[in-house]
């Protein structure tokens, strides 16, 4: 089975603080993504990764930054923490190929910044 | 640019009832994929079902089934037999045609579904 998982659940941070947001992947999938999850918005892409070192930005990267070092793992970064930035984090995957391939998604984690 | 639209923010349904989950969706391409994301509480995301847009035959999945009409861009949901299990939120997502690397979902805005035993 793939797995997806992300370094915390839930996290709590002050205003200011420098927040890194860890997502690993194990099946070796080109595409990496993160995305932010807000009642009543769905959820919005912030930054996908197809290739480590590469990265474009999504609908909304604003105040977020991204680092893709290996393959299997890619790094979502506040850079300074706002409140407005309280959400819950998903990171998801998938194969670089055509067709249909569903995007395996890791647990989230549940962030608020005080 | 993509929009999808899920106009039910909340629904319930009895258990072993049959349920629809309604989604319509904006977009110019003509080669797409439409996909059902279930979102159980506190867990992670898992696929329910997908649809190839070139495809006229609806999906099935067991007791999942969707309702895909091109023309009139919808794309709806039906679960039947509903299980207590499937007490979720629901999401709606669409993704262009393979197109180089580009590979991301546009989500709706979710339904939570609630089976009442």
């Known amino acids: 089975d793939v797995k997806v998982t992300q370094s915390s659940r839930y996290l709590v941070k002050r205003t200011g603080e420098k927040v890194f947001l860890e997502c690993v992947q194990d099946?070796?999938?080109?595409?990496m993504f993160w995305y932010r999850q807000d009642p009543g918005l769905g959820l919005r892409l912030i930054y996908f990764s197809y290739d480590v070192k590469m990265k474009e930005k999504g609908d909304i990267p604003e105040g977020y930054s991204v680092s893709r070092e290996k393959k299997e793992r890619f790094s979502l970064i506040l850079e300074s923490a706002s409140t407005n930035q309280t959400s819950m984090y998903l990171c998801?995957?998938?194969?670089?190929?055509?067709?249909?391939?569903?995007?395996?998604f890791g647990p989230g984690t549940r962030l608020t910044v005080t | 640019a993509q929009t999808v639209t899920q106009s039910q923010p909340e629904m319930s349904v009895q258990e072993a009832e049959t349920v629809t989950l309604s989604c319509t969706y904006d977009?110019?391409?003509?080669?797409?994929?439409l996909f059902w994301y279930k979102q159980p509480p506190s867990r992670q995301m898992i696929l329910v079902i997908r649809?190839?847009?070139?495809?006229?035959q609806n999906a099935t999945e067991n007791r999942f089934s969707v309702n895909f009409q091109k023309a009139a861009k919808s794309f709806s949901l039906k679960i039947s037999d509903s299980q207590l299990g499937d007490t979720a939120m629901y999401f709606c997502a669409f993704m262009k045609g393979f197109s180089g690397s580009a590979r991301q979902l546009t989500f709706g805005s979710g339904t939570q579904l609630t089976v009442l035993p």
């Open positions: 977009t110019s391409e003509n080669n797409y994929y």
């Open positions: 649809q190839e847009a070139y495809k006229q």
């Open positions: 099946m070796d999938h080109e595409n």
């Open positions: 998801a995957s998938t194969p670089l190929q055509t067709g249909s391939s569903e995007q395996y």
